[in-house]
């Protein structure tokens, strides 16, 4: 799965165009959960329609953000084994981060 979204990132643009064929690579309006674990996000890429909820939860052992790199969206602290809800109505490309951990990262798609 992950790798069909990697491929579908790279053609996002021509994807547009496409957008009416149902092969399900079209994004989704079902909610989806990011869960950090082990200094990482278990999902790296998501890709959704605008509006979408997405809980981010943290099933590590210390606090977690999701961070907008460009500061559209901020869950702000997650504690250990708790979660939140948000979602974006803008359309893009967001690449986000743990403020206390920037390695971790990943990158949100919206449509
Ligand atoms: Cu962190």
């Known amino acids: 799965m992950n790798a069909k979204w990697t491929i579908t990132a790279l053609v996002g643009g021509a994807l547009l165009l496409g957008a009416c064929s149902d092969d399900g690579d079209s994004a989704s309006s079902d909610p989806v959960t990011v869960t950090a674990v082990d200094f990482q996000y278990d999902t790296r890429e998501i ?65």
Do not use: Q, W
């Open 47 to 111: 890709r959704v329609a605008a509006g979408t909820e997405i809980t981010f939860t943290n099933a590590d052992e210390t606090l977690h953000t999701m961070t907008d790199k460009g500061g559209s969206f901020n869950t702000d602290d997650v504690a250990v084994d708790e979660a939140t809800t948000f979602s974006v109505s803008e359309p893009g490309t967001y690449n986000y981060f743990c403020v206390y951990h920037p390695a971790m990262s990943g990158e949100l798609i919206i449509e």
